[in-house]
């Protein structure tokens, strides 16, 4: 049974699958750190202030069609 597992693990879909994973982890916390340490302040700069968390886009004339860029 060990060794049919063995086999399984080797074969090659399991550790593609385990790089995978951890290259979105590291992926996803360069993303993050990315967007807080230059994005967010750029926003804050070029909106005027040095908070972001009540920036939002419009998108039409409906109050509900906004994007909130501060999120």
Known sequence: MLKGFKEFLLRGNIVDLAVAVVIGT????????FTSNVI???IARLGGGGDVAGLYI???DSE???IN???
């Open 26 to 33: 590291a992926f996803t916390a360069l993303v993050a750190s």
């Open 69 to 71: 860029v501060g999120a």
């Open 40 to 42: 967010n302040p750029l």
């Open 64 to 66: 509900e069609t906004w």
């Open 58 to 60: 419009k998108l039409g």
